[in-house]
């Protein structure tokens, strides 16, 4: 924001400088649509931090640039444009006489549309009536999105005429209007058949305003004859849910389009239903659901689900046996929002061996609502197949059943490898911090096992919820200190991740103290530690170690920590450091490496 | 048909098919999938569609994201710019290793055809409404990119959605991005408590060198005219059509729109407010001093919501922030990763029994297909994108009129703003409209 204030004000200073110098109205008439603007902006500024009280004086300058003979088409078309914000009744006159001409005319209506007045209309309507072509349609148009009521009745006139712009433009205009007199013409008139489409669709669309407008009864009126004796299916379509949004018997009028042959027809009646919120709809949709084509029927699933009643459900299971594809698996998703305790031996075989609804059927299972869903799942953990265990043991972690943690470090001692295997994969990221303590028992049972990084892993992800410096997770690196060197081995990797000094403490114990494997492990970690607080210990490292492949890798990782923007060390710190590993480097290049280093700190590129 | 482009002139292709309407409304034609008879379903049982505006965007993604889809087959392409028709169509003759994608020039006979299902818009802003609405009463469905033009051309768009039971999809990815959902779905239940501040950076747009705004000839096999449509006439310049139309008024709203549908649309979504919008809006902006560009370039917008929530928005950035009560949730950029105040969080479960929000992993295309089969309303239908849009609408008239307004979300009006109010519309260039 201050930054927004600050840039404002110097904008303002420019431009109130640039004003001192130049007239931005003087300058206006000579605006090409170039690349110079400095006017416009100039004159955009004046109405805005002047707001209404400068309208009129704006309006009368602007009024005056576009009296010069010399004005440029876009000088013309910026006056009428601010016109249409600032304008008032003063404007008529000068924008009637670009009105008439084709090559302004419709600038000219982007001030005569928009300004608010009867005066306005008034204008426009006598307008019209000396007009033709493109002028006249765009005159209609402006009378049109006024909502004009007078219009109707000068198009009525127009439908009569040979030109076909002349009578869509009419047409569509009779659709904006809306209003008594704009579907008395729509009802009236006769036109040729090629002209039948969009008239129907015009006088649905006016029937729509009419209702708008309080006007039901005229409305529902011309809904029903459309729907009745309409020819064109879109205006037919939009007649039934004219029907419906304003009818009152509407029910009988649903059920009839969801039975109806064409599909595009049902379908719509489908679409409707969505937004119906009256209970019998769903007894309706459960009823045709039967006797429907199966794109209806899909629908209709859909529908049912959207509507979250559960007298659909008997439904829904039914379309989970459908032999159509499209059907099952819209059935499927649906039983996310309706489904219940019944349903979840269902899901569970069709997760198992539903082909391309498998994972579809294993989502839903995870979203399922009711009391018994989690026990009922819980059951199948018992399930003599596998497979279906499996599912059941997913579906529950991504509920996230806590209950069933205790059961699955049990299956992690198991003595069945599947079963094992199945436990590690439900607990990685399942298992939180108050599993940690018996996880690093299992870790210890299991050292040096090939289950052991897994569960390693698990571990650390069983941390995901407690914060760096909460002492549960102080307390875990004080606990892995004290594991046994296998344990810490699988540890270690997340340590970094981990970030802190309890993590570090156990990285630079272990260097200190470990075995070759251990202490090589730890290195490559405190190598690899992505923040600043791993320095000194790799500073310390490279001064006491006689390895030189450590040496190299530790001053790369120096190098990378101290070049990252988010380093926070002073470059003072970093010069300092630098060069106390300058002269551990033995190789050229790495003394080059170190060298460039410093240089780019003290230029603080 | 195949590999020729298809040109025809306004009013020659008036003459010659009046049976569509004023302006290429086609009411009688329907696709052949939406009658009655299976025997009548398109082609291999896919859904048709046709690409309107197959430039960076819509061939790089929304063309190439239904190119690959296993249930549609592109059967036409158009764009103004020729050479673009033709790359799109040669793409698509490569992909289906046959002959039988179409390429245009007018998209009126795109939707004249009564073997298409679908259409995706990508054309600049100010043809995205007038060509969903045509789409839409020929009786098919649409997937159009973002934004409107005006807070008029939104309810007239929403409404005919409503009207004519088309699926409407405004084609963004935000719902389907795994962190912008999941920090809707924080917030909406109620991880931070209870929400009180939405921040939003956007980004701030660089514009083109001043010499490609000068006035030159159109290029050959550009359809300037039709790419102006109801726009105002401007002479044409390089850097008014193509990428850059959307930092002129006359075409689109700036940024504000333009990446405001993305983060501002997930603040809607997360603050329940998607169907309705704020209150007050007030702000100041910076505007260009030289050059055709007008929108504004940079930015500082307050809304305030009923329920008391404020939407900062702010220049510099693609960064989305939501403070309540309990804690906060945010991503530095674009797709970045989730943070929050805490891990318990970041890393919280949202059980079954609570608030899932609408996604689709497959994307917005994958989500259009399935509720072209369904009927179900995508994820991004058409009265959110209209409520947004009209959100983002209300600020840049907020900043050119430099006052704070008010709105009234179920009227949709400014209260007491008679200037304000004369701008949710703008005129169309006849014959073109709503």
């Keep these: 924001m201050k930054n927004i204030m600050l840039i404002l004000s110097i904008c303002c200073f420019a431009l109130t400088a640039l004003r001192s110098e130049n007239d931005p109205y003087a300058e206006l008439s000579a605006y090409d649509a170039g690349p110079q603007t400095i006017a416009l902006s100039l004159i955009e500024k004046e109405f805005r931090e002047g707001g209404p009280a400068v309208y009129e004086q704006v309006e009368a300058r602007l009024l005056a640039v576009l009296s010069k003979p010399e004005s440029t088409y876009a000088c013309k078309k910026f006056i009428c444009e601010t016109l249409g914000i600032v304008g008032s009744k003063a404007c008529i006159e000068p924008m009637l006489k670009l009105l008439a001409d084709e090559k302004t005319a419709d600038m000219a209506r982007t001030a005569l549309e928009r300004l608010p007045g009867k005066s306005f209309d008034k204008a426009l309507l006598n307008a019209l009536k000396s007009s033709s072509d493109r002028i006249r349609i765009g005159i209609i148009q402006s009378l049109a999105t006024r909502h004009n009521a007078g219009l109707a009745g000068v198009l009525k006139g127009y439908l009569g005429s040979g030109d076909l712009e002349l009578i869509q433009s009419s047409l569509q205009a009779l659709a904006r209007v809306g209003g008594t007199d704009a579907v008395k013409v729509l009802t009236s008139v006769r036109l040729a058949d090629e002209f039948q489409p969009l008239r129907e669709r015009a006088l649905v669309d006016a029937a729509f305003n009419l209702a708008r407008t309080g006007s039901n009864r005229k409305a529902l009126k011309m809904f029903e004859q459309e729907y009745k004796n309409g020819t064109s299916l879109p205006a037919i379509i939009g007649a039934f849910n004219g029907l419906i949004d304003y009818g009152k018997d509407t029910l009988p009028v649903l059920t009839g389009v969801l039975k109806n042959e064409h599909k595009a027809l049902a379908l719509a009646a489908v679409k409707t239903s969505m937004r119906l919120s009256d209970p019998a709809v769903t007894k309706i949709l459960i009823d045709v659901f039967p006797s429907v084509k199966p794109a209806v029927q899909l629908a209709i699933v859909r529908a049912l689900a959207e509507r979250e009643d559960v007298a659909g459900l008997p439904v829904i299971k039914i379309a989970l046996t459908s032999q159509d594809e499209g059907v099952k698996g819209e059935a499927i998703v649906a039983l996310e929002k309706l489904g219940d305790v019944s349903v979840v031996n269902d899901l569970a075989t069709l997760a198992v061996d539903g082909g391309n609804l498998s994972a579809a059927a294993q989502q839903t299972l995870s979203r399922v609502r009711g009391p018994d869903v989690n026990d009922t799942l819980t059951k199948l953990l018992d399930d003599p197949d596998p497979k279906k265990v499996r599912v059941a043991a997913m579906a529950l972690k991504l509920r996230d059943e806590n209950s069933i943690i205790p059961r699955l470090l049990k299956m992690v001692e198991s003595e069945k490898a599947d079963t094992r295997s199945l436990a590690i994969e439900v607990l990685d990221g399942f298992a939180g911090e108050n599993e940690i303590p018996e996880l690093i028992r299992l870790l210890n049972k299991g050292a040096g096992s090939s289950d052991s990084d897994k569960v390693a892993s698990i571990i650390w992800k069983a941390t995901r919820m407690i914060d760096k410096d909460d002492d549960r997770f102080i307390k875990l690196w004080s606990d892995v200190g004290n594991c046994p060197e296998p344990v810490k081995l699988a540890i270690l990797p997340y340590a970094n991740s981990a970030g802190g000094a309890g993590s570090r403490k156990i990285v630079t114990d272990t260097i200190a103290s470990g075995s070759d494997a251990m202490r090589d492990r730890a290195v490559r970690v405190l190598f690899s530690w992505q923040n600043d607080q791993a320095v000194k210990s790799i500073l310390d490292l490279l001064k006491s170690t006689s390895n030189a492949r450590y040496k190299i890798l530790g001053m790369q990782a120096l190098v990378r920590i101290l070049n990252d923007r988010k380093c926070t060390l002073q470059p003072k710190q970093k010069i300092e450091t630098l060069e106390q590993v300058l002269p551990l480097m033995e190789r050229p290049e790495d003394k080059q490496n170190v060298h460039n280093t410093i240089e780019k700190v003290k230029s603080g590129k | ?434």
């Excluded at chain 2, 409304?25 to 696709?31: A, D, H, K, R």
């Excluded at chain 2, 998209?107 to 259409?119: C, G, Q, S």
């Excluded at chain 2, 001043?210 to 039709?226: G, I, N, R, T, W």
């Design chain 2, 1 to 434: 048909m195949n590999n020729k482009i298809k040109k025809i002139s306004r009013r020659n292709f008036i003459k010659s098919a009046a049976v569509l309407g004023a302006t290429a409304v086609c009411p009688s034609i329907l696709p052949s999938s939406v009658f009655g008879a299976d025997s009548q379903v398109s082609p291999s049982n896919k859904i048709t569609i046709g690409c309107i505006g197959v430039g960076g965007h819509g061939l790089g993604v929304n063309f190439n994201a239904f190119l690959h889809q296993p249930d549609v087959q592109i059967v036409a392409v158009c764009d103004v710019d020729r050479g673009r028709a033709e790359n799109a169509q040669s793409k698509a003759h490569s992909h289906y290793k046959n002959k039988d994608c179409a390429s245009y020039t007018d998209f009126r006979e795109v939707l004249a055809r009564k073997d298409i299902d679908a259409v995706m818009v990508s054309t600049p802003d100010h043809w995205h409404v007038p060509i969903s609405l045509m789409a839409i009463r020929a009786g098919k469905d649409v997937i159009c990119e973002k934004p409107t033009l005006t807070i008029e051309e939104g309810r007239v768009l929403s409404d005919t959605v409503k009207r004519h039971g088309a699926v409407f999809q405004t084609s963004t990815e935000d719902r389907s991005v795994p962190q912008y959902h999941r920090m809707a779905e924080l917030v909406r239940n109620g991880r931070i408590g209870r929400l009180q501040t939405i921040r939003v950076t956007l980004p701030i747009w660089g514009g083109t060198p001043l010499e490609m705004q000068k006035p030159a000839p159109v290029p050959p096999d550009f359809d300037y005219e039709m790419w102006l449509g109801p726009a105002p006439y401007a002479p044409y310049a390089p850097g008014r059509c193509h990428f850059h139309f959307r930092w002129i008024r006359d075409y689109s709203a700036g940024m504000l729109a333009d990446w405001g549908t993305h983060m501002i649309d997930t603040s809607q979504w997360a603050n329940n407010t998607e169907f309705s919008g704020p209150e007050q809006i007030e702000g100041k902006g910076i505007f260009p001093t030289e050059g055709i560009y007008n929108a504004a370039k940079e930015f500082h917008l307050e809304y305030t919501y009923a329920n008391g929530v404020k939407l900062l928005v702010d220049s510099g950035g693609t960064s989305l922030r939501f403070e309540g009560t309990d804690g906060w949730v945010s991503n530095a950029s674009w797709r970045a990763p989730v943070e929050a105040s805490s891990k318990k969080i970041l890393n919280s479960v949202i059980r079954p029994e609570e608030i899932h929000l609408y996604t689709c992993p497959g994307g917005e295309h994958r989500n259009f297909l399935d509720c072209v089969k369904s009927r179900r309303n995508p994820y991004f239908p058409a009265e959110i994108g209209h409520r947004l849009c009209t959100l983002l609408h209300a600020g840049n008239i907020a900043l050119l009129l430099g006052r704070k307004l008010r709105w009234d979300p179920v009227k949709e009006e400014f209260l007491k703003d008679v200037t304000a109010n004369q701008m949710r519309s703008r005129p169309m260039r006849a014959p073109w409209t709503l």
